[in-house]
């Protein structure tokens, strides 16, 4: 029986998230750039990790860093907040930018992990927006007027028509015009993140 009072060992935590996930070695290897070798080491309680390395395995696995130093098992049953908030335009915290008009929604709730926007687009095409957005987590984007072209850093720009949506990751370039034929369009934008401070990365974007 393990010893309790002791925390676990990050190599008892990385076994852990591993067998969540249902990983192998080699899973966890190409999700994080960290060498089978490496991993099998760390797991093993015969190496530890660097600052940056563990950094890597926090951006790439999508997990928090303090998830990398221990477990509470107690932890691992959901807690209920029974937050609630009710998002409306004119009560929306509006930011307008060169492409954009942002209305942020239920911005009467702190350290959200989703962060709901109404946006109407401007800009028509990449060349007028200028270079593509970054940013942590994932997100949905639904047309809710008009047509939008989406333009990703590793796909082809992609139309969408009113209601449909995508699905993307954050992290990756992006940016969102108005399709040809249209002045402008809306979208419902969600945005997400297993970090805290995701609203200030969305905020630094608009300077």
């Not at 990790?49 to 563990?54: I, V």
């Not at 929306?92 to 954009?100: K, L």
């Not at 992990?113 to 639904?142: C, K, N, W, Y």
Request: proline share 3%; glycine share 8%.
């Amino acid at each position: 029986m393990a010893d309790r009072s002791q925390p676990p060992t990050l190599g008892t935590v990385m076994k852990s998230i591993r067998s969540r996930n249902g990983w192998t070695l080699k899973e966890m290897s190409a999700k994080s750039g960290i060498p089978v070798s490496t991993l099998s080491k760390v797991e093993h309680d015969r190496l530890t990790l660097s600052y940056d390395k563990l950094q890597q395995l926090s951006q790439r696995l999508n997990i928090r860093m303090s998830d990398l130093f221990a477990e509470d098992d107690e932890d691992q049953t959901p807690r209920v907040t029974g937050r609630r908030s009710i998002g409306t335009i004119d009560q929306a915290v509006r930011v307008t930018t060169d492409n954009y008009d942002y209305h942020y929604l239920c911005t009467d709730l702190r350290q959200k992990r989703m962060i709901p926007i109404i946006t109407r687009i401007r800009a028509h095409s990449a060349r007028e927006f200028g270079d593509l957005v970054r940013h942590q987590g994932e997100e949905f984007i639904f047309v809710l007027e008009g047509e939008v072209e989406i333009h990703t850093e590793f796909y082809d720009p992609v139309a969408l028509k009113t209601g449909q949506g995508i699905y993307l990751d954050s992290s990756m370039g992006h940016a969102y015009v108005v399709a040809e034929g249209f002045e402008e369009a809306l979208v419902l934008g969600v945005c997400s993140s297993a970090d805290d401070g995701l609203m200030d990365s969305l905020m630094s974007l608009h300077g």
